[in-house]
């Protein structure tokens, strides 16, 4: 076996090598902590939001709201076959459209 002899300088660099990679190794995990704590924060819950149904609107008998979209002066409900068209402000229905498969 042959005696392997380091010499001083490059047994200081390695240790400063070393030193470098374990720092960056830590600051990785940290910020990998960092972004997983931001992302549960900030999506504590991957629900649709609730949209509080207008008090004013009433649906005709037999339609079953599957989809609602409100527009700026208009609200439609997607109900099977066909979609209902209500004005914003005083629920009249404006239009029916009937979407055929």
């Known amino acids: 076996m042959s005696n392997l002899e380091i010499d001083p300088k490059d047994a200081a660099r390695l240790t400063l090598l070393r ?3 374990t720092t960056l190794l830590v600051v990785m995990i940290a910020g990998f902590l ?3 704590a931001l992302l549960v924060t ?3 819950s ?3 939001p609730s949209v509080p149904w207008p008090d004013h609107l009433a649906l005709p008998e037999g339609i079953t709201p599957e989809a609602v979209t409100r527009g700026s002066d208009w609200i439609a409900v ?4 066909e979609i209902l068209i209500f004005e914003a402000d005083s629920g009249a ?9």
């Open 46 to 48: 991957m629900d649709a």
């Open 93 to 101: 229905l404006r239009q029916r459209i009937s979407v055929s498969p």
């Open 34 to 36: 960092v972004l997983i």
């Open 78 to 81: 997607v109900s099977g076959d």
């Open 42 to 44: 900030r999506f504590p």
């Open 19 to 21: 030193r470098l990679v």
